[in-house]
């Protein structure tokens, strides 16, 4: 009765209580800034726990360069400090470091990385050791904790009519001294540019529906920051709170929240692979993906009936689209948009035959996704079973929390509470059980959480909304994750999730940029979003392609050029509210044809992306990369190429520049070093080559997206099918770009057998290496080419013992003199000789074609 009349006093005191809070933080900035200072130290297991007169600050190293830092204040009474890191993964091991002491400071080093702790006044410097002994400043603590307020704007609905409502919210967190010249990436998905300094921002998780080029705030908060210093700071805390990178302080970034432990992790490396490869080893890696999940979706707001998807899914077929899986949306549990959600179960008027339906089209090799969102409504058919079995979080009462939201008066699965999560997980298990195939969670900001909302923690501790708002659909995916390797633990999960936190890539999270306008304004911005997620481990952000929301009437040129693009995104997924149809099949002929021929390519590229989704698995690096991971970029001192969103990597053979204009009949592409070729040139012609460290403007028209491939590459391709399901290992066609600018060149291509969870951790894989090599000959100007292949790995279930192999060599200016496969000459004749089968040069292109069966033994194709 004591707690529920001191909520109540709370509540109705809220005015009192926050001016006490306001005088209580000024007292502490002032008295932390001036006072602190070091006491003592010691060292409990690979902790460093340091005592101040105003903190007690825990210090721990990860990985190969990453130091985690927590304050701890000994008078602290701020809200929910105690909750855990939510960004450290479960199974974090804790790495040794050295310390040295003097009068003056402590230093903590890990590797190149050190922490250097000045004692009085109290504050923390991280520094990277370079050459000659030599280090670099990374980032500095302007002070250590600091505690101080933020206001907060907020639009109210009363009386139809919609106002503006500012408060002022006590807040603690941390500031650092930025270099004047560095340039910061961060922050999550947000439209604000590349280099996001001299911006602000709040840390809360929030759609933003229909937004087009800017972008304050949106689904997918990230509180960190990627400096071109190549350092990453990561804020540990899980809270609505607030981000500011030198927009109120020059050369001072801040973060900082309401309530939450209070906490920040740096992270280092000599590059920016190596960086995010340290960040990823404590935050998580990404599991790798079922490999159908590279394939293309049919997907939409939303089909309506059992029969509109069999139909659907028919037409692809017809139309000789490849098509992987169908996306459900809400219509599958209700025939409205409002009043239904949380029925959580088949609406048997539109769907009679749920099972067989789903049966039926995945013997045509195509999964079925279903939507889920964590909201039930009091009119649902779920809302009395979810309250009785206390799976719903808790208003101050100890009752189901309801509030109002768009699709009506519901309450909020409480996902962190052991209750909930055996409900909503009892419910997933029942679905999986009729066939569904994978997980789509919508709204999972959660898109409405009132502050006074109670969600109950494992530890049985209670928080309100804000404490934990921004881990919310980051806990939600732990959960599905977990459950769908309880019910099947050798089966890879599927999980589309809209919102996430620090390290939700390690539970599967496959994000998307949000309700994006379906327009060219939509379109510009989708580079960024993708580039800005995937440096800090959400490597699979993608977006609706075609865009989602609004739109009048059909425009062909956006929509072929979004779809063009999503070839070299990481989920190739349309989608959008059917006023105007996302799939490209219920479309004219024209955008058919050319829309065809980009899914088929997305197809026959499978080798060359599951590999990218492995480097992903083991070292962090995004599918999509910005520019400045290139290292010839890396050595420049200009660092306007943080800038640059207009083109980036696909892997590291493509560099892609999407057209994101109407009428645009060329586009400016900066080149990185090397010799590019025109990826897109007709079979009988022959690709056009550029020299890299240029600008250069890169012809286009409807049928032809910007891509250029790197001299030196390799690129494994299969032949176009219908679905994963009729993929085929046994025959592979390996392209290689050859130019006498790259002396050698290597390449690892990953395969498995596209299903098996862990199938790298465990072993069960084959890798097909390939190195190309031009050697300069005794006579002038005579050169000779060797490829070598080989294989290892321990192998899988259903690998092949041989393939047949196709590789194709670009850039051959001249018909060779001999072809060797293992010094068995393959022709002595004229490849001009039309009966040879084997070799085929030709002029017209400068390609050399080579057929031969390879049963993985090393092997040495040799070009003279």
């Excluded at 937004?211 to 990230?222: A, G, P, V």
């Excluded at 189901?400 to 962190?416: E, P, W």
Aim: hydrophobic share 40%; net charge negative.
């Amino acid at each position: 009765m004591f707690r529920v009349t001191l909520k109540y006093f709370i509540a109705n005191n809220l005015t009192s209580l926050l001016i006490c809070l306001f005088t209580y933080f000024a007292i502490l900035t002032s008295a932390f800034a001036a006072d602190a200072r070091y006491l003592n130290h010691t060292i409990e297991g690979n902790s460093l726990i340091i005592n101040t007169n105003q903190a007690k600050v825990t210090l721990k190293a990860y990985g190969e360069g990453a130091i985690a830092t927590q304050y701890q204040r000994h008078d602290d009474l701020f809200p929910a400090k105690h909750l855990p890191s939510y960004a450290i993964k479960e199974d974090a091991q804790t790495n040794a470091f050295v310390i040295k002491e003097n009068v003056k400071e402590l230093t903590l080093t890990l590797n190149k990385l050190s922490a250097v702790i000045t004692k009085t006044p109290f504050s923390i410097s991280y520094y990277q050791a370079e050459p000659n002994n030599k280090k670099r400043l990374l980032i500095a603590e302007e002070q250590g904790l600091f505690a101080g307020s933020e206001n907060e704007t907020t639009q109210v609905e009363v009386a139809d009519t919609v106002t503006e409502v500012t408060k002022t919210l006590p807040v603690q967190g941390f500031r650092f001294h930025l270099d004047s010249t560095e340039k910061l990436l961060g922050g999550g998905e947000r439209v604000l540019g590349m280099d996001r300094r001299g911006h602000s921002f709040p840390l809360y998780n929030r759609a933003h529906y229909g937004y087009t080029t800017e972008s304050k705030q949106m689904n997918f908060s990230i509180p960190a920051v990627m400096s071109s210093n190549k350092y990453i700071v990561l804020f540990d805390n899980s809270a609505k709170g607030f981000m500011d990178l030198a927009k109120k302080n020059t050369n001072i970034l801040e973060f900082s929240a309401v309530a939450g432990r209070m906490a920040y992790i740096v992270f280092a490396a000599d590059t920016y692979p190596e960086l995010l490869k340290n960040y990823v080893a404590v935050t998580g890696t990404q599991p790798l993906p079922p490999r159908w999940s590279l394939g293309n979706y049919a997907s939409r707001f939303g089909y309506k009936t059992e029969s509109e998807v069999i139909e659907t899914v028919n037409k692809f077929i017809d139309l000789d689209f490849p098509l992987d899986a169908i996306v459900l949306d809400l219509y599958w549990f209700g025939k409205d948009i409002q009043g239904h959600m949380g029925n959580l179960d088949w609406d048997k008027e539109a769907f009679p035959n749920p099972e067989k339906m789903i049966s039926d089209i995945k013997d045509k090799g195509i999964k079925t996704i279903l939507i889920t969102e964590p909201f039930i409504l009091s009119t649902s058919k779920k809302w009395d079973d979810a309250v009785e079995h206390e799976a719903l979080a808790k208003d101050e009462n100890g009752k189901a929390k309801k509030f109002d939201f768009y699709f009506g008066n519901t309450g909020l699965v409480d996902v962190f509470n052991d209750k909930g999560q055996q409900w909503f997980t009892d419910i997933y298990h029942t679905l999986y059980q009729q066939g569904v195939g994978g997980w789509w969670g919508d709204l999972g900001e959660p898109e409405v959480h009132p502050s006074d909302t109670l969600h109950t923690l494992s530890d049985g501790s209670v928080v309100n909304a804000d404490a934990i708002h921004n881990v919310y659909g980051h806990q939600w995916a732990k959960m599905v994750f977990d459950n769908q390797l309880n019910i099947s633990p050798d089966e890879r999960p599927f999980i589309l999730m809209r919102s996430g936190f620090a390290g939700s890539q390690r539970y599967g999270m496959i994000p998307w940029t949000g309700d994006v306008s379906r327009s060219w304004g939509g379109l510009k911005p989708q580079v960024e979003l993708s580039l800005q997620m995937g440096v800090l481990g959400m490597a699979y952000t993608h977006s609706d392609l075609g865009g989602f929301a609004g739109g009048e009437s059909f425009d062909q040129a956006m929509y072929i050029r979004w779809l063009q693009y999503g070839v070299f995104q990481p989920i190739y997924r349309p989608h959008g509210q059917d006023n105007i149809a996302p799939e490209a099949v219920f479309h004219d002929k024209k955008t058919q044809d050319i829309l065809r021929e980009y899914i088929k390519l997305r197809y026959k590229l499978l080798p060359y992306n599951y590999t990218l989704a492995y480097q992903n698995s083991t070292t962090g690096m995004p599918l999509m990369r910005p520019l400045f991971f290139d290292k010839s970029v890396e050595k420049k001192s200009d660092l306007s190429v943080f800038d640059n969103a207009s083109s980036y990597f696909w892997g590291d053979a493509f560099l892609v520049t999407p057209v994101v204009s109407p009428d645009i009949k060329s586009v400016t592409v900066d080149l990185p070093a090397g010799v590019w070729f025109d990826y897109f040139t007709d079979k009988n012609t022959v690709a056009k080559k550029y020299q890299g460290m240029q600008t250069i403007n890169l012809p286009t028209s409807l049928e032809k997206l910007p891509v250029l491939v790197r001299a030196g590459s390799f690129i494994p391709m299969v032949d176009a099918i219908q679905s994963t399901m009729d993929y085929d290992a046994t025959q592979l066609t390996l392209h290689y770009y050859a130019d006498n600018s790259v002396p050698s060149a290597e390449y690892e291509m990953y395969e498995d057998d596209g299903e098996t969870y862990q199938a790298i951790e465990k072993g069960l894989f084959e890798l097909l290496h390939f190195t190309a090599k031009q050697h300069s000959t005794l006579q002038p100007k005579a050169k000779k080419l060797t490829i070598n292949l080989n294989r290892t790995g321990k192998g899988y279930k259903g690998m092949p013992n041989e393939r047949a192999m196709t590789v194709v060599i670009h850039n051959i200016t001249k018909a060779p003199e001999s072809v060797n496969l293992n010094n068995a000459e393959l022709n002595n004749a004229e490849l001009k000789n039309a009966e040879l089968k084997n070799v085929d040069w030709q002029k017209s292109s400068n390609t050399l074609t080579i057929t031969f069966t390879w049963q993985h033994q090393p092997l040495t194709l040799t070009v003279e």
